[in-house]
Protein backbone atom coordinates (compact mmCIF):
# COMPACT_ATOMS: atom_id res chain seq x y z
CA UNK A 1 0.00 0.00 0.00
CA UNK A 2 1.25 3.21 -0.99
CA UNK A 3 1.94 6.08 1.40
CA UNK A 4 0.75 9.78 0.74
CA UNK A 5 4.36 11.09 0.28
CA UNK A 6 4.87 8.17 -2.51
CA UNK A 7 1.92 9.24 -3.80
CA UNK A 8 2.81 12.91 -3.92
CA UNK A 9 6.04 12.02 -5.83
CA UNK A 10 4.33 9.80 -8.46
CA UNK A 11 1.95 13.31 -8.77
CA UNK A 12 4.88 15.23 -9.04
CA UNK A 13 6.42 13.08 -11.50
CA UNK A 14 3.76 13.19 -13.68
CA UNK A 15 2.89 16.86 -13.22
CA UNK A 16 6.45 17.61 -14.07
CA UNK A 17 6.38 15.96 -17.37
CA UNK A 18 3.18 16.77 -18.24
CA UNK A 19 3.53 20.03 -19.19
CA UNK A 20 6.49 19.23 -21.33
CA UNK A 21 4.21 16.53 -23.54
CA UNK A 22 0.65 17.68 -23.58
CA UNK A 23 -0.56 14.43 -25.01
CA UNK A 24 -0.07 12.45 -21.67
CA UNK A 25 -2.72 11.82 -19.82
CA UNK A 26 -2.75 10.12 -15.83
CA UNK A 27 -4.30 6.71 -15.19
CA UNK A 28 -2.91 6.21 -11.74
CA UNK A 29 -0.27 5.71 -9.51
CA UNK A 30 0.14 2.15 -7.94
CA UNK A 31 2.43 -0.37 -6.85
CA UNK A 32 4.66 -2.31 -9.14
CA UNK A 33 3.04 -5.77 -10.00
CA UNK A 34 6.73 -7.01 -9.66
CA UNK A 35 7.95 -5.29 -6.87
CA UNK A 36 5.76 -3.94 -4.46
CA UNK A 37 8.70 -1.31 -3.54
CA UNK A 38 8.53 0.47 -6.85
CA UNK A 39 5.61 2.86 -7.60
CA UNK A 40 4.38 3.09 -10.98
CA UNK A 41 2.47 5.98 -12.87
CA UNK A 42 0.37 4.72 -15.10
CA UNK A 43 -0.20 7.28 -18.25
CA UNK A 44 -1.27 6.72 -21.34
CA UNK A 45 1.94 7.51 -24.52
CA UNK A 46 0.92 9.64 -27.63
CA UNK A 47 -0.26 7.87 -29.96
CA UNK A 48 3.02 9.31 -31.86
CA UNK A 49 5.76 6.39 -30.83
CA UNK A 50 8.41 8.95 -32.27
CA UNK A 51 7.85 10.87 -28.91
CA UNK A 52 7.57 8.07 -26.49
CA UNK A 53 11.65 8.33 -25.97
CA UNK A 54 11.75 11.54 -25.05
CA UNK A 55 8.67 11.16 -22.39
CA UNK A 56 10.93 7.82 -21.30
CA UNK A 57 14.15 10.04 -21.62
CA UNK A 58 12.75 12.84 -19.13
CA UNK A 59 10.88 10.86 -16.95
CA UNK A 60 14.09 8.43 -16.48
CA UNK A 61 15.64 11.77 -15.51
CA UNK A 62 13.24 12.88 -13.16
CA UNK A 63 12.39 9.36 -11.66
CA UNK A 64 16.89 9.02 -11.17
CA UNK A 65 16.47 12.73 -8.81
CA UNK A 66 13.54 11.47 -7.02
CA UNK A 67 15.22 7.89 -6.10
CA UNK A 68 18.25 9.81 -4.86
CA UNK A 69 16.58 12.51 -2.77
CA UNK A 70 13.91 10.41 -1.46
CA UNK A 71 14.82 7.23 -1.55
CA UNK A 72 11.80 5.61 -3.58
CA UNK A 73 11.76 4.20 -6.95
CA UNK A 74 9.29 5.95 -9.31
CA UNK A 75 8.87 5.59 -12.39
CA UNK A 76 6.26 5.63 -15.57
CA UNK A 77 4.47 2.82 -16.77
CA UNK A 78 3.22 3.64 -20.49
CA UNK A 79 0.26 2.20 -22.46
CA UNK A 80 -0.96 3.67 -25.77
CA UNK A 81 -4.51 4.81 -26.57
Known amino acids: ?3 FK ?3 LGQQLFE ?4 KF ?5 IDITES ?3 PTNIWVNIVMPADRESWMDV ?4 S ?3 MDLLLDYGYHITINPVTN
Open 16 to 19: QLQP
Open 22 to 26: ADLKL
Open 56 to 59: IEAA
Open 33 to 35: VFN
Open 6 to 8: QLE
Open 61 to 63: DMS
Open 1 to 3: MLN
